[in-house]
């Protein structure tokens, strides 16, 4: 049972920083792809970053030189360095992850994160 748990989620005035984990149970290295999606109510879940095994990291336009994912040496936890944060990155973040082999997709519980003055 593959299990993902977010933290670091808080309060933080604009322009700040804040870093989100995402524990995995198990090794990440078992994930094709890696990510943080984000949602505010009444709106769809949005994705903000993903890492894959291979290749190069993407990033939403939107968060674009302000947002960096990446994983610990352990390869058991993903990072979201989130800096120069807005009051428009309000909203509960999710880390995911997929096998693709087998088209499963994990989330996380989400963490929340609030940008205000």
């Known amino acids: 049972q593959v299990q993902l748990v977010e933290s670091g989620g808080d309060w933080v005035q604009p322009g700040g920083s804040l870093r989100l984990s995402c524990a995995a149970s198990g090794s990440i290295f078992s994930f094709d792809v890696m990510g943080w999606y984000r949602q505010v109510p009444g709106k769809e879940r949005e994705l903000v970053a993903s890492r894959p095994r291979t290749g190069s990291r993407v990033y939403a336009d939107f968060v674009k030189g302000r947002f960096t994912i990446s994983v610990d040496n352990a390869m058991t936890t993903m990072y979201l360095q989130m800096s120069n944060l807005k009051p428009d990155d309000t909203a509960v973040y999710y880390c995911?992850?997929?096998?693709?082999?087998?088209?499963?997709?994990?989330w996380g519980q989400g963490t929340q994160v609030t940008v205000s003055s």
């Open positions: 995911y992850a997929d096998r693709l082999a087998s088209n499963e997709r994990y």
